[in-house]
């Protein structure tokens, strides 16, 4: 079992930063892929990030690439998601995600979820 907790949402203005954190419980985080998915009102939620269990490996949604990072801690059992040069479209609640296996894009294979939490970018 993982239970997961983010934080670091907010209201940000186009073209600034902000740091979502994700942190898990239990012992096995580090076999865990994480990911982190977003949802804006009327729209469905949508793949954004993901990562290995050991970090290595990285995958990105288009729209996000080149502005979005996501790393882990194991040691901290927290995975981040770093935000920069954020738009108005990326208004939307994001959440964190974890797997077993290997990372993936399609959010029905992530069996635990955190609440969310609110990212608001102002234009």
């Known amino acids: 079992q993982v239970q997961l907790v983010e934080s670091g949402g907010g209201l940000v203005q186009a073209g600034g930063s902000l740091r979502l954190s994700c942190a898990a419980s239990?012992?096995?985080?580090?076999?865990?892929?994480m990911g982190w998915f977003r949802q804006a009102p009327g729209k469905e939620r949508e793949f954004v990030a993901a990562?290995?269990?050991?970090?290595?490996?990285?995958y990105y949604a288009d729209s996000v690439k080149g502005r979005f990072t996501i790393s882990r801690d194991n040691a901290k059992n927290t995975v981040y998601l770093q935000m920069n040069s954020l738009k108005p479209e990326d208004t939307a609640v994001y959440y964190c995600?974890?797997?077993?296996?290997?990372?993936?894009?399609?959010?029905?294979?992530?069996?635990?979820w955190g609440q969310g939490t609110q990212v608001t970018v102002s234009s």
């Open positions: 239990g012992r096995t985080f580090s076999s865990y892929a």
């Open positions: 990562i290995s269990w050991s970090g290595g490996s990285t």
């Open positions: 995600a974890a797997k077993e296996g290997y990372l993936a894009v399609r959010a029905v294979t992530y069996g635990y």
